[in-house]
């Protein structure tokens, strides 16, 4: 076999690797729960560098950062019930994507969004 019908060693890689949603969003809500933290930190962080002096934004922090975890592992153990025939089922690519989608708007979104409702709520009071 000449070197021009080898398959690259990406191509043996991916193809040895078998198909697994369930290992899939684990690592998904894993990345997600990074991002979700590492945002909310930081526009915490920025709310109170605004110099309000309210407890609100760490309680907030703390909360929000527990609330989340077993959101995620919600996702995470609905795909952790299928069978191994389940779990290598190309068939399950709509609904992992669909999870996939929904996990990642939340990671990305609700730190915006809870911040936003935290310095409107500072500014009431």
């Keep these: 076999m000449d070197k021009a019908q ?3 060693a990406a191509k043996q890689m991916h193809a040895s690797r078998k198909l697994d ?3 899939k969003m684990s690592d998904n809500v894993a990345y997600a729960l990074l991002v979700y933290t590492g945002l909310q930190i930081f526009w915490t962080m920025t709310t109170l560098k605004t110099g ?3 407890a609100l934004p760490y309680l907030a922090l703390v909360v929000l950062i527990a609330a989340i975890i077993p959101a995620c592992r919600l996702f995470e153990k609905r795909w952790a019930a299928l069978s ?3 779990a290598a089922n190309p068939e399950f690519a709509s609904r992992f994507r669909r ?3 929904v ?3 939340c990671a990305l979104g609700l730190p915006l969004v809870l911040t936003g409702v935290f310095r409107a709520i500072t500014a009431l009071f």
């Design 6 to 8: 080898r398959p690259s």
């Design 21 to 23: 949603w369930r290992r």
């Design 52 to 54: 309000h002096g309210s």
């Design 84 to 86: 191994d025939s389940e």
């Design 99 to 101: 999870d996939q989608i």
């Design 103 to 105: 996990l990642w708007l």
